[in-house]
């Protein structure tokens, strides 16, 4: 069984609105084990719905239908969802009732265009929206004339507003959907997050784990500079699933080693403070070319209290002297950018009073004349000495801080890897 989502209205169509109600719906309904394969969006036109409606019923076993149960002219769900069923509107007297209650206990009365919401395709069964003027439709469409193989589609419509769809779910969608179709397969998924390689080269030394029609399913994705494999599994239950999970995360894990530094939700920031901790270590940084992105990064981690100490960022050259508290050569070109990460890091770490100090130096001068990219530079400053990275000064523009960033980050954890690397004795 297979499902498709269908967000209805031109502020999502024209991108005035982000639909979250499509990736709501869609988390939910795997849970239940319906496979979501599609999600349409159209904006606020008889036919187009109507169309689109059409075919979510050729191809889909399940359909979700969120907006356009409104009282204006432009709320067309239920005359398109009449006309692609061929099937005529009829009124409710039950739903007008709810509709006046639910206006008489806000002591307002009931515009007349409001009644548009008691209309529904014929044969339809009415979902009660306990706080809101749009009852939702529930429609079990038969399939079997066109397609004598096909079992039938069961099509719900609910409101656009996310906190009525939701409620609406909780209390009656939710189950009924899984009643119809649920419980006869169980999907999970888990991520593996990896950075310090990218997509194509992490796919090389992966053998024939990211090939269409392999169980489990394993795919990759670059977000924010980081790599996330994907490994979805379906089964009759969910053990069966983390079963056939296991032995895909334990060649993941293998082929990629110290790549991987999380699962799921574990961001590269929430590592390292697992590691610091795990040492009993603590960590000041200081940022010029990623802004304090690192500093925001690690005080919203759940150690932070225990292992970050504080963070300082450097603007620009005029105050680095100030904001370290060092003597700073003028001019600073006369430094090398290697040269100013490591005292930038050791001086951070003094002042503190850390056990290490990061430091992300300043950035290259962007120029399209160059004819190779400079570095940028990253320094640590450990117990016992300070270490310097620097890495070419390329990437997309909107990346690069988020890039850097993570760099320094990835320093300072495969430090922390190290069996020798441990805190200041006292």
Sequence with gaps: MNAEIIAI??????????????????????????????????????????????????????IVITGGLGPTADDLTREALAEATDRPLQFS????????????????KMPERNQRQAY????????????????????????????GDRGPCRVFALPGVPAEMKEMWETSVGGAINAFGGGHRVICRKRINCFGAGESQIESMLPDMIRRGRKPTVGITASQASIILRIVAEGPT????????????????????????????????????????????TLATVEWGTAGLIASWLNGTPHARDVYRGGLVVPSERALGSVLGIDVPSPLVETSDEDLARGMAAACRDRFGTDYGLSIGRFPTVTSTRA???????????PGHVVVRKAPFVGHPALIKVLNAKRALDMLRLALLEPGERKSDP
């Design 93 to 108: 007297e039950e739903a007008l009732r709810h509709i006046q209650r639910l206006f008489a206990r806000f002591n307002k």
């Design 120 to 147: 529904f395709p014929a044969d339809a069964r009415i979902v009660h929206n306990p706080n809101g003027t749009a009852p939702g439709i529930d429609l079990t469409i038969d399939r079997s004339q066109e397609h």
């Design 238 to 281: 969910e053990a069966d699933c983390i079963a056939a999970i296991g032995p895909a995360e334990a060649i993941i894990r293998e082929c990629l080693g110290k790549l991987v530094y999380g699962e799921d939700d574990v961001q590269l920031q929430d590592a390292v403070g697992e590691l610091l901790r795990g040492k009993e270590a």
């Design 372 to 382: 190779k990219p400079e570095n940028v530079c990253f320094a640590l400053a450990t």
């Design 9 to 62: 209205g031109d502020e999502i169509t024209s991108g005035q609105l982000l639909d979250t109600n499509t990736q709501w719906l869609s988390q939910r309904i795997e849970q239940i084990g319906i496979r979501v394969l599609y999600h349409t969006t159209v904006g606020d036109e008889l036919q187009p719905c109507a169309d689109v409606f059409r075919r979510a019923i050729e191809r889909a076993d399940l």
